[in-house]
């Protein structure tokens, strides 16, 4: 065994070679964390580039808003969400820091509106009554500004129009706001076609100043000539043609209300644009008044009370309205110790003149017509309008009797003539019978008047006791008489009943009255043929 196996020869062992090193290969497992790496630095860009821009909107309460819940919505659908709610550090509001969507960021300009939605109970109706179910949620109201905003200060209540709702906002000023709200109507023709959208005081406190809404294609109707008024409530009237009522509708009674419509319809006027300024007057009438563009002021001096004349009250003539009181003033004569009351009147000389087709105004002869008129008797006079409520007008009229006089030019404003009021003529009327009645002798008057009812006392006793006696010693005597006269009156009705003796003698008498008629009759008759006869005698009828 030993001498089979044998040693190996050196020549016989392979040599070894040295092998060279591989480079570094790519191992499976890394391959994961860098896909993993490569999709969330994709989804990052992606989130980054998707993000939308971050805003704050500060607000009065924090009523409604809850972060991470509280959504935004613009037409019901949503575009962004509340991130957080703090107070802001005057604590005077709270901040809400709201993410939108990226594709909001062009509509972020700085009229851009947004608000809380809510469930609001209001004179213009309820609103927000989906939220009872899924919560408040913040509005939003896209301007159309160009300048882009980030911080907002929200509204407490939701814009009475939105922004894209076709049609024209116009400016409106008055003395007070009256009964109008936001979400007041606008009525054309008592057509609803707008509505108010906010209101403000003026800087000085002078009036308020309104902005409206007119919906197309109804705007196109407001022009330069237009008149606004304030048509909420009920308008009564009385006048000589009867008590009027009018109003818009029912809803203008319960929350107010405007009306518009345009002076002279007929005339051509372009349509305005938008955020025109006009004024919103008290009422209808006063609306449509004809805005005269030559006006004369005068002064008249009264002797007696001017109750019930206000300032605004018409001048009028004939039954047309020339003007309007301006003024009530008092005037002290220290000289006479008289005092007068001096009423200031505005005139427009172009409702005076005579109108010629085609005629142009000439102011310079508005003077000389308002002489010659007064030098005819044109006199101003107050008197009642209403005898319910006591109000006085100024009536211009033509007096023959009224005594001369002229329109004082040199006193400023001139002096126009009075004459006083038919109230006061009924008071020196009444004066002057009171005053002759003073003058008669009453005091003998009622002792006559005493006398004669006295006289007349005794004479009435008379009579009564005198019928008292007739009735005691002649009515016996009388029924007697009556009694006699009865029998009378039988008596004769039996003699002249048809059945009694002495009307058969008498129907008897004239039947032979008739015959006797009848005999002379044919004797006179036959004289008057042979008149011979009475010498001849009558002779025999020949056979």
């Keep these: 065994m030993s001498e089979m196996r044998q040693e190996p020869e050196l020549f016989d062992i392979p040599e070894a070679a040295p092998e060279r090193r591989k480079r570094l290969s790519l191992q499976l497992v890394w391959l994961i964390p860098i896909v993993a790496a490569v999709i969330g630095g994709t989804l990052v860009v992606k989130t980054y580039l998707r993000k939308g821009p971050t805003i704050t909107i500060s607000f009065k309460t924090g009523e409604g808003l809850e972060a991470g819940k509280t959504k935004v919505k613009y037409k019901d659908v949503e575009v962004g969400l509340v991130k957080d709610v703090a107070i802001a550090k005057d604590i005077t509001h709270v901040v809400a820091t709201i993410e939108l969507k990226k594709e909001v960021t062009p509509y972020l300009v700085e009229d851009t509106k947004f608000w809380v939605v809510r469930p609001r109970v209001s004179g213009g109706g309820v609103s927000g009554l989906g939220t009872l179910m899924g919560g408040s949620y913040i509005g939003v109201d896209v301007g159309r500004s160009k300048k882009p905003q980030r911080g907002f200060v929200g509204l407490e209540v939701a814009p009475a129009v939105a922004m894209d709702v076709p049609g024209s906002r116009f400016q409106l000023h008055s003395a007070d706001l009256g009964s109008l709200d936001i979400g007041s109507p606008v009525y054309f023709r008592r057509i609803q076609v707008g509505q108010v959208v906010s209101y403000q005081l003026d800087n000085d406190g002078s009036g308020v100043s309104f902005n409206v809404f007119v919906a197309a294609p109804y705007d196109k109707y407001v022009r330069a000539n237009t008149r606004f008024w304030n048509a909420s409530g009920v308008d009564v009237t009385m006048d000589a043609g009867g008590v009027k009522v009018e109003t818009q509708s029912l809803a203008s009674i319960l929350i107010g209300g405007i009306a518009f419509q345009t002076f002279d319809e007929s005339g051509a006027a372009p349509p305005t644009g938008a955020n025109t300024a006009f004024t919103l007057f008290a009422t209808r009438d006063e609306a449509m008044k004809n805005r005269d563009t030559i006006s004369q002021n005068f002064v008249m001096t009264f002797k007696e009370t001017v109750r019930g004349l206000s300032l605004g009250a018409p001048v009028d003539f004939r039954g047309l309205t020339v003007g309007e009181v301006s003024g009530i003033h008092v005037a002290h004569d220290a000289r006479t110790k008289n005092v007068d009351m001096l009423v200031e009147m505005r005139i427009y000389p172009e409702r005076l003149r005579s109108r010629v087709v085609g005629a142009a105004p000439d102011p310079k002869q508005y003077r000389a017509i308002l002489d010659e008129m007064v030098g005819h008797g044109l006199r101003a006079q107050l008197n009642s309008s209403n005898l319910l409520t006591g109000q006085l007008v100024v009536t211009l009229d033509f007096f023959p009797d009224a005594p001369n006089a002229k329109v004082n ?135």
């Design 409 to 543: 030019w040199a006193a400023n404003p001139p002096l126009f003539p009075t004459t006083p009021g038919s109230l006061v003529q009924l008071q020196a009327t009444l004066m002057q019978i009171a005053k002759k009645l003073e003058k008669l002798p009453l005091n003998e008057v009622v002792d006559d008047v005493r006398h004669t009812v006295q006289t007349l006392d005794i004479t009435l006793k008379d009579a009564g006791a005198m019928i008292r006696k007739v009735d005691k010693d002649l009515m016996p005597e009388m029924q007697t008489t009556l009694e006699e006269a009865r029998k009378t009156l039988g008596a004769a009705k039996q003699t002249l009943s048809a059945d009694a003796p002495l009307q058969q003698d008498l129907r008897v008498t004239l039947r032979e009255l008739g015959r006797t008629a009848q005999s002379l009759r044919v004797l006179t008759d036959y004289l008057e043929r042979h008149p011979e006869s009475l010498i001849r005698g009558k002779q025999e009828d020949k056979p």
